[in-house]
């Protein structure tokens, strides 16, 4: 199966694509949005199933969002997501490659959680952002760190990364200021994998005589081999509010 349909059937159990409780979610979002205007202007860049986007709306109601993925699954997840809670006049989605989206306009909060991937790291990530951002606009970034040294195994998965004083150093250096920060708990980080892997796990079991159902369980047992023997023990994720 294509990895993107893969990440979709993950994240049906856990919906925001981050290892955030809905409490955490809920509390980055009154952060990111207690200095907009009722008429915010919102954008996710790499949105996925829309989730922040959505949210968002529901706690802005004056708000309008933007959300761009290359993932057609995330995108039609997306839109039916903002039709069934009367959020489609509010919200549009765009199929298209975040790093090359040519946005109309700057918006007051721009989302860039989990993405960094997309634009060759962190600081261009940010760099990203900042380009679509209006004049004492913020950015929510969410990245991962390593808490403490990583395995051998858990760093030819995930690769090299700062730890949170070198995550957080080097946005400040880059020039933005944290005002707010989230750092996921071990409760969250475990309730978030096992999420992802439990989905992808149950949707295989469900079609196990099937090609597509074996692939499923293979993917799930190698991605929580990868998590609970690579880097459970090490692995860190900050979700910052920054402007």
Not at 6 to 26: E, F, K, M, N
Not at 77 to 94: K, S, V, W
Not at 141 to 151: A, C, I, M, N, T
Not at 189 to 205: M, N, R, V
Request: hydrophobic share 40%; charged share 20%; glycine share 12%.
């Amino acid at each position: 199966m294509d990895r993107n349909r893969i990440s979709r059937i993950a994240h049906t159990g856990h919906p925001i694509a981050a290892p955030l409780s809905d409490q955490a979610v809920t509390d980055v979002l009154k952060q990111a949005l207690n200095s907009t205007s009722a008429q915010a202007r919102l954008l996710d860049l790499g949105c996925g199933g829309g989730e922040w986007l959505l949210r968002a709306l529901e706690q802005h109601p004056g708000a309008a969002g933007v959300g761009v993925d290359v993932s057609e699954p995330a995108v039609a997840h997306a839109r039916a997501e903002a039709d069934r809670r009367g959020l489609a006049q509010r919200l549009r989605i765009e199929q298209e490659d975040a790093a090359s989206f040519r946005s109309e306009g700057e918006f007051d909060v721009v989302f860039a959680v989990g993405v960094s991937h997309v634009f060759g790291g962190l600081l261009p990530t940010l760099t990203a952002a900042r380009k679509h951002l209006a004049a004492g606009g913020r950015v929510v970034l969410g990245d991962g760190f390593w808490e403490s040294p990583p395995s051998a195994e858990g760093l030819e998965i995930l690769g090299t990364m700062d730890d949170l004083t070198g995550l957080v150093g080097s946005v400040t250096e880059a020039g933005w200021t944290p005002v707010y920060g989230h750092v996921s708990s071990r409760t969250e980080l475990d309730a978030y994998e096992w999420a992802w892997t439990g989905a992808l796990a149950a949707w295989g079991l469900q079609r196990r005589g099937t090609p597509e159902g074996q692939e499923a369980l293979a993917v799930s047992a190698e991605h929580r081999q990868g998590w609970l023997a690579g880097y459970r023990s090490s692995f860190g994720f900050v979700t910052l509010v920054v402007c």
